[in-house]
């Protein structure tokens, strides 16, 4: 941390920045400077991404100059000193070591001060000779077994970590949640004005980054790995062949012609260039005939601001794998509110029975192929992996080598710590830890296990099935998933300490339906690596309430004291009378509203839940959005109304839309509901618009925009909370209970409960306000809803504005007013019986329409 803090009173910013963008990027940049935890919670439509990125990118950009300045400075003392010692170099010497001694180290110690500050001011010098260093490395490769050079195994190299203790900061990571975040994110510092200056890269997959369509075909992702880095392998024995090297009989192998250093290197040196998404590095690099997968991962060390997936930045393993080096960087985690969560799921492994099988079998056959060849030190570890694979393959109740399908005696389902668990499979006598290192890290044997399998499959397919569907169809069943690459995740997590983790064991009817799960019930340890390398951690989400929870979970946990953290929190940028918040306790006919699981199947209720939203679909225009907490409830209770007849009546007002089984038709139903309320607005048709059933947590409660005639009202029907019997939640209660501190009377199990529920409370309901000029109103249907403690947990804007009502009456009165504080437009749009309200926003879509219609200008005027 520099000795004086910096600080900035304007920020470069693509437009006037509202005032809680000023003051969300004042807040950063000084958590930055100070090297703080910065926990920033932005609602979303108040741009948050902008203020990210303009906050961060003016922070480093000034750090960087005040670096530069820096070093000037002591370049020049530094010089200025060896002129003069170098002139008084003649002068004798007072001490009584020769004098050539102390001059000889006065002078070494001058030269090379002068030495490291002139590296210093030649910055990218020093990282493109980092680069060249990494190159010839990767070429270089690791013959200790098969010669199989796997670029992303580097192992961590030191003089990278040091790089940042001598030159201080110069790297920002982004991560965020999808893909689609990430866009966005590139799309707005494209739209920055820090675009032309900054150079970043996107880091992804090969699934996402591969141009070589014959890889790309293979479509999972353990597929496409496996058969780039088997053409990798050909690529480094065909280097060997033409170097002299015999090379054994058999048809020639592939390589691919995307991974050449020339072209890679250019492509790395574009990419530095100019703001790319990844599509357009897709574009770039089919243009330039090189590997955008390996062009980015050049591009890193010398990159300003990393954007990347939570995967790649949150595992260690990964982290190391991928070459992300978070050593005195800075680090942004966006759209965190789920961040204990996403941390448990990335270092929790499962493994099914069938994967074990496999893994033993092709490990087996591995270690036979390859007998004559491997160390004997090597052979010892395999053999070791065989045992562990063998024992847990016991615990499921079936043996090694016998048909997985056959039927077991041995039901049920059994949470273990991992000693136990260890003890139960008879492997406590084998050292995880050294397997993983000596062998699993060192060796990379689940790869070469994996592409050594891909490539005899491969091989026997070209010479008897080359021409056969079936064939290939049983290939891409055996290949789909990488049972070594399972293996090895799951010694990795059992390595976990034996308070942090359980293990679930399910023992179903067959071996191959069991399975082996890790739960990791303390995603701090993980955390706390991160949160100690990198200079400053900022997590950001729209709302990242409760924050106490989150502190004591994830950060004072993981060792952070509550010193270094900083909180920053800001209300919408709405007007309030565009958002009206309410909580509903009783329905229409007076019915009480208590979606408890007691209550909520009785008919009353659901026939009370039907009046509630046939009312809200009279008086709300555009689109309506109903949530549900379960599939279950929302399926139960949908052919309820479709019985009675409530769904036909609902149906009069608005077309009804249902989320869609599958995440691909997500799509086509968002984009059909979009076109439905449009045509509306302007049609005879009698409908007000569309009516959405949806599911909370399901695949359109989050990353989906309800914004402007989508979503006029959100109804969130019940409280969603999880499933409190499953053994794994409340393994994870109990967890918390016993190592966290009580608060406010309540459990830290408890309180996790009530959390999870609020927390995604929170995702559904924010789906609709998305800008400034956006209005809507968010009715909360279930009476628990008005306990206070429950209404802490909504975001603070929501908070401050919701009304509790007890009766429908008064609730129903307000609905209607939002629609007229709306400022509703008449538009006549001159032809008989076509006349429509529609709002302001409404109104730019109906111009457009009459752009293409016989609409008369003059009604329109
Ligand atoms: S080197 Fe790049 S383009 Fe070639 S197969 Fe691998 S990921 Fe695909």
Known sequence: VPDQNMSRDRFPFPYQPYDIQEQFMQSLYSALDQGKVGIFESPTGTGKSLSLICGALSWLSDYEERRRQEAAA???????????????????????????ITDFVQKKAERDLVTKLKSCEDDEAFKLLQLSKEDQSETQGDQEDEELIIAEYESDDESKSKSSEIFGCSQIYYCSRTHSQLA??????????????????????RQNLCINEEVRRLGSIQRINDRCMEMQKNKHEKQHHEEGVKRKRGPAKSVCPYNKALALQQMRDEVLGTVHDIEQLLKLGRETHSCPYYATRLAIPPAQLVVLPYQMVLHEATRKATGVQLKGQVLII??????????????????????????????????DRYKSRLKAKNLMYIKQILFVIEGLVRVLGGKVGQNPQIFLFLLGTEMLTINNFLFKAQIDNINLFKVLQKYFEKSMISRKVSVRMYSSINASFRHFASADQQGSVEAEKVLSASPMMQVEGFFMALTNSNTDGRVVVH?????????????????????????????????????????????????????????????????HVIPPENILPLVLCSGPSGQELDFTFQNRDSPRMMDETGRILSNICNVVPGGVVC????????????????????????????????????????EQVLSEFSRCIQRCALDSSGLTGALLFSVVGGKMSEGINFSDDLGRCVVMVGMPYPNIKSPELQEKMSYMDKHLPHSGGRSPGQALIENLCMKAVNQSIGRAIRHRGDYSSIVLC????????????????????????TNFGPAFAALRKVRIKSKPVLVHVGKEGASSRISNISMLKLIREAATTKISGRALA
């Not at 010089?79 to 007072?94: D, G, I, N, Y």
């Not at 004005?193 to 880091?203: E, H």
């Not at 204990?340 to 591995?366: K, P, V």
């Not at 004072?556 to 509550?562: E, R």
């Open 184 to 205: 966005q994110f590139v799309h707005e510092v494209q739209k920055s004005p820090f675009s032309k200056d900054i150079s970043l890269v996107t880091l992804g997959s």
């Open 627 to 666: 949530f549900f907490p379960s599939y279950e409830y929302s399926r139960q209770i949908i052919s309820h109304w479709e019985a009675n007849g409530a769904l036909a009546r609902l149906a009069n007002k608005k077309k009804i839309f249902q989320e869609p089984k599958k995440a691909n038709q997500v």
């Open 507 to 571: 023992r179903q009817g067959t071996l191959s339906e069991g399975s082996v799960k890790f739960l990791l019930l303390n995603p701090a340890v993980h955390f706390a690596q991160v949160l100690k390398e990198c200079r400053a951690v900022i997590i950001a989400g729209g709302t990242m309430q409760p924050v106490s929870d989150f502190k004591q979970e994830l950060l004072f946990s993981a060792g952070v004291g509550d010193e270094r953290i900083a909180e920053f929190s800001c209300g």
């Open 782 to 805: 279930d009476r628990r809803y008005s306990r206070p403690a429950t209404l802490s947990k909504l975001p603070t804007w929501i908070k401050d504005r919701t009304s509790t009502y």
């Open 74 to 100: 002591l370049l020049q003392e530094g010089e200025a000193a060896l002129s003069v010692s170098t002139a008084q170099s003649s002068t004798p010497s007072s001490s009584a070591e020769p004098d050539w």
């Open 334 to 367: 966006d759209e965190a509110h789920n961040l204990s969560d996403t941390l448990s799921c990335i270092h929790s492994a499962e493994l099914t029975g069938t994967q074990l099988c496999r893994a033993h079998s092709q490990l087996s056959q591995y270690a």
